[in-house]
């Protein structure tokens, strides 16, 4: 109310002078796209749609008019789900509000959402992770897995298990959800049916497997996954397990079918690289990674075909972009970054649209060519924000 009291009368003395209130003439041109590095070819009208506390994680509803994301907004000490209408900025907490919420979803029909809280363990926030030893994630088992009515009503639980379970999304038809979980003494990929039953392991390999999304068509999945190599490297991967704790440091983009199988790894430079999407056309994922400088938390989005060639830099920002996700027709992109934060490391989402060259937009565009990845390898430092 205070700037509203002060710019009220400046902006009446300028019309009162006959002065342009649009742009003097002496005035420097008003920059286009100020929150877009001219870089960032693929992006156009970029616009903040959230402003204060950590939010992250924003997902679209099928008709691509709502984001489901996680915020501590409104002073929360620990996340909780919301529901934002892109358009008009109307935001509304679904989760309970108790204990910590994470990683929400549409339902195809987009009258259900999916999300994992503590809740039931405990009201009060999950303890912090131990930083002492690196940066970690924590990985609490209290997390369980629910699905509600996207007002937040009818909450229904579908895991009931110790140990982790998270990080679920839904299959385009709605017949599977695919989560991670220390079920079986690792971090491994799951699947089950949008009532918890016929659950099925889909991931064997020791390491850390997370994050999976669906293809366009259901018939594939794509996730971020660690791989420790050497017994050394195995030794602590298991030591923090036993912490309920993962240290992200080195984290590769997957693809196999959604049963598991013809599992195949598209990124291998030694980064941190995580949250992948796939594009609509199915053919190319979105994803962030520190892999212009591994050795900082300067993460950015870049887009890789599903062979692993083709690999391009989309975002320059010196700090944090992450968790890109297409609409489902593919015109725009949401993700969160550290832009416009009104303080340092403050986490806001943006939506973009996305812009295709002319081969790219056309349905009849020729097959991508499929070969030799373009990706230089990095070197093997890095971690998650």
Known sequence: MKRAAVLAPLAGAVLALGISAERSPHAPPRKADPLRDPREVRLRNLRQLTFGGENAEAYWSPDGRRLVFQSTRDGAACDQIYVLEVETGAVRRVSTGLGKATCAFFFPDGKRILYSSTHLHSPDCPPRPDLSRGYVWRLDPAYEIFTARDDGTDLRRLTDHPGYDAEATVSPDGSRIVFTSMRDGDLDLYSMKPDGTD???????????????????????????????????????????????????????????????????????????????????????????????????????????????????????????????????????????????????????????????????????????????????????????
Not at 361 to 367: E, K
């Open 199 to 385: 659950l099925r392991r889909l991931t064997r390999g020791l390491g850390y497997d997370g994050g999976a999304f669906y293809s366009p068509d259901g018939a594939r999945i794509v996730w971020r996954a660690s791989r420790p190599r050497t017994a050394e490297e195995r030794a602590a991967y298991l030591e923090m397990l036993r912490e309920s704790a993962v240290r992200p440091m080195n984290l590769e983009i997957h693809v196999a079918r959604a049963d598991g199988s013809d599992a195949r790894q598209i990124t291998s430079n030694g980064a941190a690289n995580f949250a992948p999407y796939f594009h609509p056309d199915g053919r190319r994922i979105v994803f962030a990674s520190n892999l212009a400088d591994p050795a900082t938390r300067g993460f950015d989005l870049w887009l890789v075909r599903d062979d692993g060639s083709g690999l391009e830099r989309v975002t320059f920002h010196p700090a944090f972009d992450g968790f890109p996700m297409f609409s489902p027709d593919g015109r725009r992109l949401v993700f969160a970054s550290n832009r416009g934060g009104a303080a340092r490391g403050e986490t806001n989402l943006f939506v973009s649209d996305w812009v295709e060259t002319t081969e790219e937009a056309s349905p009849h565009a020729a097959p991508e060519a499929r070969g030799t990845p373009s990706a230089q390898p990095a070197r093997r430092k890095g971690e998650h924000r």
